[in-house]
């Protein structure tokens, strides 16, 4: 979900951040800061984090052990998919029966029970749900082992147009279980523009609902909603300004689905669910 003045990725692929973001995210709920009342889930507590300026490598996890365990936890996967760069790598996949896939029907069950029984009470507003889309309902593992953990603008593009990335585990079902139960729903990432199309086809390949282009939003801060943060939007204030936004027009968000804490926080959702990502982090 690339977000930043270049609508690039931040990675911090230090030791100290990487075991950091394994930390926070690899136990699914947590929760965040919020300028906004909102309801969320914990899963336990979390591990935590090595300090910010270490003072000994001891207090520091060896960076090749996570990439390791990421990778176990992801269930790492070979196919016989060529990359869309040039064909030369075979792509890998997560496990659809690994530690992710299963945290994360565990996550889509406690959710779906949240639409089915609370979500529902929105008075008379159009119920909605927010959806960020790269590791929330597109998973970009095959992009990060095939990147070796490293963001590269082209490589990445070049997934994105191909439309290269399998669906999130049962994130296709619950937004068609929402759809079915009467929410309206959206996308907001933090992919620039000129990656519709690419994102558009990705996401009908896979099995989403097909939603109406003013329900698709990729980052521009040229759109007026923006204007007290632009050209330099945050996260927070690019996904926050467009979840007002979107309330705006008559909706109420009942529930936030993202992989990132920056992806969620800033209020405007009832309801804020953290998927899990141990792969990066975007402030």
Request: aromatic content about 10%; some cysteine; proline content about 8%.
């Amino acid at each position: 979900m690339p977000n930043s003045p270049s609508h690039l990725r931040s990675r911090a692929w230090s030791a100290t951040a990487v075991v950091a973001v394994a930390a926070l995210t690899v136990l699914g709920f947590v929760s965040a800061g919020s300028a906004a009342p909102v309801k969320h889930h914990h899963a336990g507590r979390s591990v935590p984090a090595p300090p910010a300026a270490p003072t000994n490598a001891n207090q520091i996890q060896n960076l090749d052990q996570v990439e390791t365990a990421i990778k176990a936890y992801y269930g790492d996967t070979p196919t016989q998919t060529p990359d869309p760069v040039n064909g030369a790598t075979m792509l890998h996949v997560a496990s659809p029966t690994g530690a992710y896939a299963k945290q994360m029907h565990r996550i889509e069950a406690r959710a779906e029970k949240y639409l089915a029984h609370r979500g529902h009470k929105a008075g008379t507003k159009k119920r909605a749900i927010v959806l960020d889309v790269d590791d929330t309902t597109l998973n970009t593992y095959n992009y990060e082992i095939y990147s070796n953990f490293v963001y590269d603008p082209t490589t990445n593009a070049d997934f994105v147009n191909a439309a290269a990335f399998p669906a999130v585990f049962g994130m296709p079902r619950l937004a068609h279980k929402a759809k079915a139960d009467g929410d309206h729903i959206f996308f907001i990432t933090g992919r620039p523009t000129s990656q519709t199309p690419g994102t558009v086809k990705n996401l009908d390949n896979v099995g989403y609902p097909k939603v109406p282009a003013s329900h698709m939003f990729l980052k521009d801060t040229s759109d007026p909603w923006l204007s007290s943060c632009t050209p330099n939007c945050t996260t927070t204030q690019y996904k926050s300004l467009t979840r007002q936004h979107i309330q705006s027009l008559g909706f109420r968000i009942v529930a936030n689905f993202g992989d990132q804490f920056s992806d969620l926080r800033g209020g405007f959702a009832a309801h804020r669910f953290k998927l899990p990502n141990p792969m990066y982090f975007l402030p």
